[in-house]
């Protein structure tokens, strides 16, 4: 059974910082591409980031550039999401999401529970 499971949201103040993490597990991780992906009060999903299934390229939204890297650590089958320079508008719930294959890399047929990422002060 594939499964993601995401961790490391919380309450956090403009300017910090938070640390997410996504564990996999019930398919072949280092396979394929995955993403991130949020969804905020009131609104519709926005993808966030992509990383190819090496961890060797990364691609983001333009609002997060320069503020959110992402990785992957293919040993430990998970995926992660460094948050810097965090603004109230970064809150949303966070989704880890495995890329459909059959697809493209820009499209996913699983997805985590989420991780509530609140930016307040």
């Known amino acids: 059974e594939v499964q993601l499971v995401e961790s490391g949201g919380g309450l956090v103040q403009p300017g910090g910082s938070l640390r997410l993490s996504c564990a996999a597990s019930g398919f072949t991780f280092s396979t394929y591409p995955m993403s991130w992906v949020c969804q905020a009060p009131g609104k519709g999903l926005e993808w966030v980031s992509t990383i190819n299934s090496g961890g060797s390229s990364t691609n983001y939204a333009d609002y997060v550039k320069g503020r959110f890297t992402m990785s992957r650590d293919n040993a430990k089958i998970t995926l992660y999401l460094q948050m810097n320079s965090l603004k109230p508008e970064d809150t949303a719930v966070y989704y880890c999401?495995?890329?459909?294959?059959?697809?493209?890399?820009?499209?996913?047929?699983?997805w985590g529970q989420g991780t509530q990422v609140t930016v307040s002060s």
């Open positions: 999401a495995r890329a459909n294959l059959l697809i493209s890399d820009s499209d996913y047929d699983y």
